[in-house]
């Protein structure tokens, strides 16, 4: 009889039977699944460490700080050691990332089922789940693409990593090529560009900012619209830290309360980008495209990044009103360092993204007219060859032309007169008549200043303006339109140029970098200082001199001055047609430059540059003077007393003699110099009648004629001169030019005055605040005027009322002790003197 089973025994077959099948498929599957993993082809991670990363240079500002310009193109990216790193910085992104790194094998297993369901509701193969090794496989040798076959893949090498590299390593890796948006990769590359230092510097507030962006670099990043989001993660992250044991419960609540600050963002991704790519060539140049872009190099540059967003600040506020009111589209600024020739700030347009100027060319080193800043490297020349600040040259209408005749003919009557001759005007087209070199190169008067350029020698200025760091290519087509800006420079060239003089005669080639480091931190290349002294520190302290007189400046130039706050040298510059005008100024630790025009060469709006581009510079030069410690300009040498007159300030005549103003007669070796007069017997010419151009102290030439420029000169100081004397009758000129004989019979030995101090005399005892009384005896022929009184070498008082007669209490001028020393100085009628010394002592 077959045996019936019950309910329950067949049940209990039932589920026996469907579990053997169930573990039979997922054996199956897993067989399955097993030999389809080992036909993947899966990426060898035996060759991972010795993969090339490529590092883009990086050029910062000088402080090593500022990241100013990645060369990267599309990824920027910055190796450091995990050693270098504050511990916190990796425990950070361990806390939110991956708590077990260091004790599991590369994969979180229940992570992964956990993702897996979740993948296998949504039907998206999106849920991460990753470990930081799996992040790295994913980052260093998979692709992006989210399949099952990727993520598989990524499970494999993850524990095949593990097992051939350290978890430091691991750990170094992720950080070093993790992403945090965009085009920044790694925590040094984020550590600059967010807080604008490297990581080894990050505090913990900032560390765990980093540990909370990767996980959606876009979403969290600190430039984003999600900053919110970011601050709670921030503070996610430093409790999950507190909760494994990373922090302390103080260090935890200090880093809750730390404000952290996050630099703005260059949306353009280049900061100073004239001066960025200027580096970027010089770097080219020398090392070469590859390694530019690929080695890794780490560049100190000159650049004073707060100098330069001032710099764009001012050209930004003024470009519109230049626009409207010049017709000026464009701006350029560079300053420098003299003292070590660091540029500090360039700026070489308005606008270096702005297509419609051609922003991106770099104006301030391109060639341009320099107008009337030329003008000093003339002078300077002259100062050189022995001519002075007070030499008398003529703002008078003057032909320079050798192919014309003086009154501004051709020689050759078919010629083009405005093609044959050259009689510049002035600015304001008014002549000043004799002014000083002092005056002319202040007020920037052009007729004095070709005149200036003519004594000099072309060559010779070029000399001097290529010393200084000045070349001009082709002189001899500017002829003497040199002086007034004829020829190209460089703004660049130009203010560098203009640092010679603020340094006191010495040269510091311009120079943009401070030091290039290879990507394991050798240093390729330091920069050095290399000061030569270009012109004599005298000529440099003239020139200063002058730039800065107040008394002598452009009235329009008076504000800007006054606006820096210090003494500052300023010279403008306009070219004839109004393509360019130019501001150089200087103290003695900053020289700037500033320019406006268009890239085009269309005019401006006429006007002089004082009105144009000074307002900027002295904007600029205002701000940033204060910041410099203040320096004062070493004074020139003093005028000369003696010597032909028009070297000396004297156009009249060029020659004279002294006379002593008592007796009328010729002043001799015993004339006090209060009594010194000069007479110059009027008699007007040219400079080139009293002085050889070539050695104007040596003698006055035999044949002024024979120079070329010398009948020129002439006939136009002969056609200035009526209307002059009509203004003013007193100057009558004479022929005889003859020197008296009778010399000067007051002051001669026998009356210079003899006096003695009758009282106190030697040894005298007074007691402090006790009226010491002074007597003295004077022999002289002249009766005394007045006496000066000195107590132990200082000043007291000058004695007018009873000279030789008076009292005063030495401790009124100050704490008298011991013995102390009684000097005075006595003054005849005639202006003789003498001088008498005792001693006396004070009780103590």
């Not at 302390?248 to 100073?272: C, H, M, N, P």
């Not at 002969?718 to 020197?739: C, F, N, Q, Y």
């Amino acid at each position: 009889m077959k045996r019936t089973r019950n309910p329950k025994q067949r049940s209990y077959h039932h589920i026996k039977t469907g579990i053997v099948i169930a573990l039979s498929a997922i054996f199956i599957l897993i067989g399955l699944g097993a030999l389809w993993v080992a036909t993947l082809k899966i990426p060898d991670v035996d060759s991972f460490e010795s993969r090339k990363v490529i590092q883009s240079t990086k050029i910062y500002d000088r402080t090593g700080n500022i990241l100013l310009f990645d060369t990267g193109s599309n990824s920027k990216r910055t190796v450091v050691s995990l050693s270098s790193l504050p511990k916190y910085l990796p425990e950070a992104t361990i806390a939110i990332e991956d708590s077990n790194f260091y004790r599991n094998s590369g994969i979180e297993p229940t992570s992964i089922i956990r993702a897996i369901l979740a993948d296998v509701v949504s039907g998206q193969y999106d849920q991460g789940a990753s470990t930081i090794t799996q992040q790295v496989v994913k980052n260093s040798l998979l692709t992006q693409d989210k399949t099952i076959t990727r993520k598989i893949k990524e499970w494999v090498l993850a524990i095949k990593l593990t097992r051939v590299m350290s978890k430091d390593d691991i750990l170094e890796t992720y950080l070093n090529e993790t992403s945090y948006g965009g085009t920044i990769f790694g925590v040094e590359e984020a550590s600059q560009q967010f807080f604008g230092h490297p990581a080894k510097a990050d505090t913990l507030g900032e560390a765990a900012y980093l540990a909370a962006i990767p996980q959606a670099p876009t979403y969290y990043s600190p430039f984003g619209l999600h900053t919110a989001d970011l601050d709670a993660r921030q503070k996610l992250v430093l409790r999950r830290m507190k909760e494994l044991g990373m922090l302390t419960d103080t260090e935890y609540q200090a880093a809750l309360k730390e404000k952290v600050q996050f630099l703005t963002k260059d949306s353009k991704g280049i900061r100073a980008p004239h001066f960025s790519l200027y580096v970027k060539d010089y770097l080219v140049n020398k090392y070469g495209e590859d390694v530019v872009d690929s080695g890794g190099l780490k560049v100190i540059t000159t650049l004073d990044y707060a100098m330069q967003q001032k710099a764009e600040d001012v050209i930004k506020k003024f470009s519109a009103s230049l626009a409207t009111n010049f017709n000026a589209s464009n701006t350029a600024i560079v300053a420098l360092d003299p003292k070590s020739g660091d540029i500090l700030t360039m700026v070489g347009s308005r606008d270096y993204f702005d297509k419609n100027i051609d922003g991106n060319f770099n104006i301030a080193t391109a060639r341009r007219q320099p107008g009337s800043t030329f003008k000093p490297f003339v002078y300077a020349t002259d100062f050189m060859k022995g001519y002075t600040p007070e030499t008398i040259l003529f703002d008078i209408k003057t032909e320079f032309s050798t192919k014309c005749n003086p009154d501004g003919t051709p020689k050759n009557p078919s010629a083009d007169p405005k093609k044959e001759c050259y009689s510049p005007g002035e600015y304001d087209n008014i002549f000043e008549g004799p002014l000083s070199i002092r005056q002319a190169l202040a007020q920037s008067r052009n007729i004095p200043a070709v005149e200036a350029l003519y004594l000099a020698g072309i060559s010779n200025a070029v000399s001097t303006a290529r010393v200084m760091g000045v070349t001009i290519t082709d002189p001899q087509r500017c002829g003497l339109t040199l002086v007034l800006g004829g020829c190209e420079v460089s703004l660049l060239d130009l203010t560098s140029a203009y640092g010679v003089f603020a340094n006191d005669g010495i040269r510091n080639p311009y120079r943009s970098i401070l030091e290039v480091d290879d990507v394991n931190g050798n240093v390729l290349e330091k920069a050095t200082e290399s000061p030569k002294q270009a012109i004599p520190a005298e000529v440099a302290r003239q020139i200063s001199s002058i730039l800065s007189d107040t008394n002598v400046r452009m009235n329009s130039l008076q504000p800007i001055g006054e606006s820096v706050g210090r003494p500052v040298a300023i010279k403008t510059g306009t070219t004839n047609d109004y393509r360019d005008v130019w501001t150089l100024g200087y103290t003695p630790n900053l020289v700037v430059g500033a320019w406006a025009g268009n890239n085009n060469n269309r005019p401006l709006t006429p006007n002089v540059a004082g009105l144009i581009i000074s307002p900027l510079w002295g904007s600029f030069m205002s701000q940033v003077a204060k910041n410099f410690p203040p320096e004062d300009f070493i004074p020139p040498p003093p005028p000369l007393s003696d010597g032909k007159p028009i070297l000396r300030g004297v156009w009249e005549g060029g020659v004279s003699y002294w006379k002593d103003s008592v007796s009328g007669k010729v002043a001799t070796q015993y004339t006090p110099q209060d009594t010194r007069q000069e007479v110059v017997f009027a008699n007007v010419h040219s400079i080139l009648y009293w002085v050889d151009k070539d050695n104007p102290r040596g003698p006055v030439p035999s044949n002024p004629g024979a120079d070329p420029q010398f009948a020129s000169w002439e006939y136009a100081v002969a056609r200035w001169l009526p209307s002059w004397k009509a203004t003013h009758p007193g100057l009558v000129e004479t022929t005889d030019m003859t020197i008296p004989t009778a010399t000067d019979d007051v002051h001669i030995p026998g009356n210079i005055p003899m006096v003695t101090i009758s009282s106190p005399t030697p040894g005298t005892v007074i007691n402090p605040g006790q009226l010491l009384s002074v007597q003295l005896q004077n022999s002289g022929r002249y009766p005394a005027v007045k006496t000066e009184v000195y107590l132990n070498g200082k000043y007291v008082n000058t004695v007018r009322d009873n000279p030789t007669s008076f009292s005063f209490v030495p401790a009124d001028v100050g704490t008298v002790s011991g013995e102390n020393t009684l000097s005075i100085t006595l003054y005849d009628s005639v202006s003789q003197q003498a001088q008498a010394t005792t001693t006396f002592r004070v009780n103590q």
